[in-house]
């Protein structure tokens, strides 16, 4: 069963560093581009980032670019995204998902984790 | 960048009806199309990619079609528990952009 399990949401001020963490389980981590798709409140889904099934290519929205992060550890199966100078508009539900199939084209998602809630505070 | 617009943004209809949501991309994608559903207060859920290849375990009373700017999802006989807004999703190249959102609600 493929579980994703995020982790590190809470409160900061801005212009502060958050690390997000997403515990990935149940398939071959390496198999698969990993992204961040975030929601503010009472708002629709956004796409954040995404890292390729190599690890080598990264992609990123361009309110984020250039401030956060993605990257993971294959040895314990994490993505992570490591948020600086945040904003108060990066207030969210961070989640962590999961490309859908592992030679199809595109970059859809067929898990997602629980999420987890980054406020900021100005 | 793509843009994803749905239309409407919001539905209300009875149980057992047909509902259709309509999604247009700015430019052609193929059929590098998703559907998500997220009912209130959970996870968004995949339905359909490939514009009409429904996800496993979906229900066969949802539906999908298009290519290039223009899909459809289509829910046969809406229930109780299709409460949900749905999401369009770009997938063909980045940004993957997601539509707005329409939010079906039970007349």
């Known amino acids: 069963e493929v579980q994703l399990l995020e982790s590190g949401g809470g409160l900061e001020q801005s212009g502060g560093s958050l690390r997000l963490s997403c515990a990935a389980s149940?398939?071959?981590?390496?198999?698969?581009?990993m992204s961040w798709v975030r929601q503010a409140p009472g708002k629709g889904l956004e796409w954040v980032s995404t890292?390729?099934?190599?690890?080598?290519?990264?992609y990123y929205a361009d309110s984020v670019k250039g401030r956060f992060t993605i990257s993971r550890d294959t040895s314990k199966n994490t993505l992570y995204l490591q948020m600086n100078s945040l904003r108060a508009e990066d207030t969210a539900v961070y989640y962590c998902a999961k490309k859908g199939g592992t030679t199809t084209p595109g970059n859809y998602f067929d898990y997602w984790g629980q999420g987890t809630l980054v406020t900021v505070s100005s | 960048d793509i843009q994803m617009t749905q239309s409407p943004s919001s539905l209300s209809a009875s149980v057992g009806d047909r509902v259709s949501i309509t999604c247009r991309a700015s430019?052609?994608?193929?059929?590098?199309l998703a559907w998500y559903q997220q009912k209130p207060g959970k996870v968004p859920s995949l339905l359909i990619y490939?514009?009409?290849t429904l996800q496993s375990g979906v229900p066969s009373r949802f539906s999908g079609s298009g290519s290039g700017t223009d899909f459809t999802l289509t829910i046969s006989s809406l229930q109780p528990e299709d409460v949900a807004t749905y999401y369009c999703?770009?997938?063909?190249?980045?940004?993957?952009?997601f539509g707005p959102g329409t939010r079906v609600e039970i007349k």
């Open positions: 149940g398939f071959t981590f390496t198999s698969y581009a």
């Open positions: 999703q770009n997938y063909n190249s980045a940004p993957w952009t």
């Open positions: 890292l390729s099934t190599s690890g080598a290519t990264t």
């Open positions: 490939a514009a009409s």
């Open positions: 430019q052609g994608i193929s059929n590098y």
